[in-house]
């Protein structure tokens, strides 16, 4: 069964750090493009980031230069290196497969998410 | 950076009967477009990916069609379980960019 956990969201000031992780069974991050997604409070979704081997990674222009993006392949989950918050990036987080597995086909296995708040 | 725009913002329509959801690129995306469903406090599902191919698992009353700027989602008979977001989103390149939703809502 495919699972992917999304861990480490919570308050935040503006200004500061914060790091998600995603932890994924069911499959292989090493072998696929795993991506981010938010999506702030009542708003549409914002794909984020993705990581895959041999190319990458890819950021939105909006968190360019303040998020990273990385995966430990002998944990098999992804990462989420969130510094310089701002209160537009308050938002659920989602991890994603996609948008190749094997095959370009878009997200087709989410997290369930988790809240990041950035606020003083 | 490719904008989706998607139509109706807000579709009332009754169980039963068909609803038809827009998607618009503002450049070519080819056939690189996905659809998903959002219901509230759930992530979004995979519906259709290629514009027109349907996701394991997902009902055969949906439909996807359209390539280049142009895209469709028919919902051939709205159930109650359908009534939702839908957003389209195109991967044909970076960065990935999704449409602001079309909520389906019950008359």
């Known amino acids: 069964e495919v699972q992917l956990v999304e861990s480490g969201g919570g308050l935040v000031e503006p200004g500061g750090s914060l790091r998600l992780s995603c932890s994924v069974s069911?499959?292989?991050?090493?072998?696929?493009?795993m991506s981010w997604v938010r999506q702030a409070p009542g708003k549409g979704l914002e794909w984020v980031s993705v990581?895959?081997?041999?190319?990458?990674?890819y950021y939105a222009d909006s968190v360019k230069g303040r998020f990273t993006i990385s995966r430990d392949n002998s944990e098999n989950t992804l990462s989420l290196q969130m510094n310089s918050l701002r209160p537009e990036d308050t938002a659920v987080y989602y991890c994603?497969?996609?948008?190749?597995?094997?095959?370009?086909?878009?997200?087709?296995?989410w997290g369930q998410g988790t809240l990041v708040t950035v606020s003083s | 950076e490719k904008v989706m725009t998607q139509s109706p913002a807000t579709l009332t329509v009754s169980s039963g009967e068909r609803a038809t959801l827009s998607c618009r690129a503002s450049?070519?995306?080819?056939?690189?477009l996905a659809w998903y469903q959002q219901k509230p406090g759930q992530a979004p599902r995979l519906l259709i990916y290629g514009a027109s191919t349907r996701a394991t698992g997902i009902p055969a009353r949906f439909s996807g069609s359209g390539s280049g700027t142009e895209f469709t989602l028919t919902i051939s008979s709205l159930q109650s379980e359908d009534f939702a977001v839908y957003y389209c989103q195109q991967y044909n390149d970076w960065p990935l960019t999704f449409g602001g939703g079309t909520k389906v809502e019950i008359k």
């Open positions: 990581v895959y081997s041999g190319g990458g990674p």
């Open positions: 450049q070519n995306v080819n056939s690189n």
């Open positions: 069911g499959f292989t991050v090493s072998s696929n493009y």
């Open positions: 994603a497969r996609g948008p190749h597995s094997s095959s370009w086909k878009g997200f087709d296995y």
